[in-house]
């Protein structure tokens, strides 16, 4: 059984973001799982930057101990590498890690 997930939030659209950070945060918050890593990919990195809700559910997800990671090639080419950084998202190129977070047993969960 899988206990370990990584969520993607790669959609534009603001009501299935946020649908997905309030899952990654009740995950950790009520230990659901042994881990879950969080990852903004796509034209989520804008919506995390913009919208209140997503940004206060990225708090309740940090206090409570999660890591969160952004796309540096997105984050560079639209210039928005300082905002991210600034809310405390850390900016690495994701391909590579969502491949091997996959091979190391990771349940990816899209949204």
Known sequence: ??????????TSEVEKAR???????NAVLK????DVKLIFFGPAQELILEDVIMKDFLIQFQEAGGNTTSCKFIADRDEIDKKTVSLGINVEYV????SDLIKEGYVPMIW
């Open 1 to 10: 059984m899988a206990d370990r997930v990584v969520v993607i939030i790669s």
């Open 19 to 25: 649908t997905g950070m309030m899952y990654a945060v």
């Open 31 to 34: 230990n659901w799982l042994e």
């Open 95 to 98: 391909g590579s890690m969502i």
